[in-house]
């Protein structure tokens, strides 16, 4: 019996061996095949199976010639065993590079894939917003044309709605794509939150007077004022719920905007209107993507279905939370909570003092732009007519630099404090707006640092925004220019000259 065992182990360790050597041939086979093996070291992996076969003659001529007990047999067979082993460890370590290697080739396609489409989509982008920017800029004009007929008023307003519901629905895609992609990115810097609140305040109550609506703004004492965080992002998240309160709020009705802090020190925003309100059916869809409650809304008050789901998930980037209560046909209440960081606090005023966030006293405190005069810097000629069209409705004159280079000759040969402030777009021929700003701000010139130069660009993604700023821009405007946020946007650095 022990006979049997131990001839029957040093034939089963040779039955294994054999195994091991055709196993290990297949796997040479298939590493050398593999692109990234150098083809001068076919040797190098053909070498262990010379040795597997001078084991397998061994295994051989001990089971055939000599006289084996059970110690050399079981070496024999747990030899063959380890060697097994050892291959099939090989092989699944192999096996894990390669998905290794194919997993980060597929991850670098899929960044290939994405760069390529956030390249698009910024070409996109700009090539959209510039007709658009001569639609509405035109539009809006037209409208401030005397003696026009009321039809033709109605057919420019029509023009005006429907050219803004493209623009939302373009900018809406956009910024909705770069979150889900994860290329929207958040700025943690130093911010004034009265100069945020006076933009918002500025553009809404502007809004709320032409429809026809009363705009409550108030904000507590104890806010103060420096924070850090995204201006821009948080601008745009007030924005969005506001103007939809106006939307959905006719003639008549109010819209109310209020800042305050909670327990734990972070900042409410609460926005509250009377407009048509919502069901208790829909409120839980208001944050789906495309949500709208009935296609009659849609039709009457227009909106692409993107802004509260966008709103929200800028809200939860930024650590925030946002809540709504609504009933139909009495209005709706939304509650944005922001644990934003006061890096200063400023000391409370007086009651009979304006508070941070006080809209129309606010916009009445501001500097007049009658008088000054200001250096378009637009290579579109319909463009810059159209700012500077608009900048004369308020009383402040203007000229026009086709491209950089003229604009920093036209600053650098005028006296100090003739410019007030540089609007300049980013894409020019000769010198574009990045290479202009970083240009004036280099000249030996007292004003040279100090005069306000505003970017009026259609690139409007936060990159665009970021290398503006580091190029000694003050504020970034995306076009088409929204004539209430540019004369909000000049009037605050004015009032800072």
């Not at 019996?1 to 040093?10: D, H, I, N, Q, S």
């Not at 003696?147 to 033709?152: A, C, K, L, R, S």
């Not at 009383?395 to 950089?404: C, D, I, P, V």
């Not at 946020?485 to 650095?493: C, E, W």
């Given at each position: 019996?022990?006979?049997?065992?131990?001839?029957?182990?040093?034939y089963?360790?040779?039955?294994?061996?054999?195994?091991?050597?055709?196993?290990?041939?297949?796997?040479?086979?298939?590493?050398?095949?593999?692109?990234?093996?150098?083809?001068?070291?076919?040797?190098?992996?053909?070498?262990?199976?010379?040795?597997l076969?001078?084991?397998?003659?061994?295994?051989?001529?001990?089971?055939?010639?000599?006289?084996?007990?059970?110690?050399?047999?079981?070496?024999?067979?747990?030899?063959?065993?380890?060697?097994?082993?050892?291959?099939?460890?090989?092989r699944?370590?192999?096996?894990?590079?390669?998905?290794?290697?194919?997993?980060?080739?597929?991850?670098?396609?899929?960044?290939?894939?994405?760069?390529?489409?956030?390249?698009f989509?910024?070409?996109?982008?700009?090539?959209?917003?510039?007709?658009m920017?001569?639609?509405?800029?035109?539009?809006?004009?037209?409208?401030?044309?005397?003696?026009?007929?009321?039809?033709?008023?109605?057919?420019?307003?029509?023009?005006?709605?429907?050219?803004?519901?493209?623009?939302?629905l373009?900018?809406?895609?956009?910024?909705?794509?770069?979150?889900?992609?994860?290329?929207?990115?958040?700025?943690n810097?130093?911010?004034?939150?009265?100069?945020?609140?006076?933009?918002?305040?500025?553009?809404?109550?502007?809004?709320?007077?032409?429809?026809?609506?009363?705009?409550?703004?108030?904000a507590a004492?104890?806010?103060?004022?420096?924070?850090?965080?995204?201006?821009?992002?948080?601008?745009?998240?007030?924005?969005?719920?506001?103007?939809n309160?106006?939307?959905?709020?006719?003639a008549?009705?109010?819209?109310?905007?209020?800042?305050?802090?909670?327990?734990?020190?972070?900042?409410?925003?609460?926005?509250?209107?009377?407009?048509?309100?919502?069901?208790?059916?829909?409120?839980?869809?208001?944050?789906?993507?495309?949500?709208?409650?009935?296609?009659?809304?849609?039709?009457?008050?227009?909106?692409?279905?993107?802004?509260?789901?966008?709103?929200?998930?800028?809200?939860?980037?930024?650590?925030?939370?946002?809540?709504?209560?609504?009933?139909k046909?009495?209005?709706?209440?939304?509650?944005?909570?922001l644990?934003?960081?006061?890096?200063?606090?400023?000391?409370?005023?007086?009651?009979?003092?304006?508070?941070?966030?006080?809209?129309?006293?606010q916009?009445?405190?501001?500097?007049?732009?009658?008088?000054?005069?200001?250096?378009?810097?637009?290579?579109?000629?319909?463009?810059?007519?159209?700012?500077?069209?608009?900048l004369?409705?308020e009383?402040?004159?203007?000229?026009?630099?086709?491209?950089?280079q003229?604009?920093?000759?036209?600053?650098?040969?005028?006296?100090?404090?003739?410019?007030d402030?540089?609007?300049?777009?980013?894409?020019?021929?000769?010198?574009?707006?990045?290479?202009?700003?970083?240009?004036?701000?280099?000249?030996?010139?007292?004003?040279?640092?100090?005069?306000?130069?505003?970017?009026?660009?259609?690139?409007?993604?936060?990159?665009?925004?970021?290398?503006?700023?580091?190029?000694?821009?003050?504020?970034?405007?995306?076009?088409?220019?929204?004539?209430d946020?540019?004369?909000?946007?000049?009037?605050?650095?004015?009032?800072?000259?």
């Open positions: 019996m022990l006979t049997y065992l131990v001839y029957g182990m040093v089963l360790g040779s039955a294994l061996m054999v195994y091991n050597i055709i196993s290990y041939s297949r796997f040479a086979r298939r590493i050398v095949r593999m692109e990234k093996w150098d083809q001068h070291a076919k040797l190098e992996i053909y070498i262990p199976i010379i040795l076969v001078m084991f397998l003659f061994g295994y051989l001529a001990v089971g055939l010639f000599g006289k084996p007990d059970v110690i050399i047999s079981g070496i024999l067979f747990g030899g063959s065993i380890f060697v097994f082993i050892v291959f099939l460890l090989l699944h370590i192999t096996t894990r590079i390669q998905q290794s290697e194919r997993l980060e080739a597929e991850l670098m396609a899929a960044e290939a894939s994405s760069n390529a489409k956030s390249a989509l910024s070409t996109m982008s700009h090539e959209m917003r510039s007709p920017n001569a639609i509405i800029g035109l539009d809006n004009l037209a409208l401030h044309e005397p003696g026009i007929t009321p039809q033709m008023r109605g057919y420019l307003e029509k023009i005006d709605a429907s050219a803004r519901h493209l623009l939302d373009i900018n809406d895609v956009l910024d909705m794509n770069r979150i889900e992609t994860g290329h929207l990115t958040l700025k810097e130093r911010f004034s939150l009265r100069d945020t609140l006076m933009l918002v305040n500025s553009i809404i109550e502007s809004q709320c007077r032409e429809k026809g609506l009363d705009y409550i703004s108030n004492m104890n806010i103060g004022d420096t924070y850090l965080g995204d201006a821009m992002k948080l601008r745009q998240v007030l924005i969005n719920i506001l103007g309160a106006v939307k959905f709020t006719d008549g009705g109010f819209v109310a905007f209020s800042v305050g802090k909670n327990e734990q020190g972070a900042l409410v925003f609460t926005m509250k209107d009377n407009g048509v309100g919502m069901s208790a059916e829909f409120l839980p869809q208001i944050f789906n993507v495309f949500s709208q409650e009935d296609a009659s809304s849609t039709n009457a008050y227009g909106g692409t279905g993107l802004g509260m789901p966008l709103t929200k998930r800028l809200v939860e980037i930024m650590g925030g939370e946002i809540t709504v209560e609504s009933e046909g009495k209005g709706s209440m939304f509650t944005v909570t644990p934003l960081e006061a890096v200063e606090d400023e000391p409370a005023q007086p009651a009979s003092q304006q508070q941070p966030g006080d809209g129309p006293k916009e009445e405190a501001l500097p007049s732009m009658e008088g000054r005069r200001a250096l378009v810097v637009e290579d579109m000629e319909i463009n810059a007519e159209i700012v500077m069209d608009l004369d409705m009383g402040m004159s203007a000229e026009h630099a086709e491209n950089g003229i604009a920093v000759d036209m600053f650098s040969a005028h006296e100090a404090g003739y410019y402030v540089i609007l300049m777009d980013l894409r020019m021929p000769v010198m574009n707006g990045l290479t202009a700003a970083r240009s004036i701000r280099a000249l030996d010139r007292p004003d040279a640092k100090t005069v306000p130069i505003i970017a009026l660009t259609a690139n409007a993604f936060e990159e665009d925004v970021q290398q503006s700023l580091e190029a000694g821009m003050n504020h970034h405007l995306p076009k088409p220019a929204d004539p946020m540019l004369y909000a946007t000049i009037r605050k650095y004015l009032l800072k000259k």
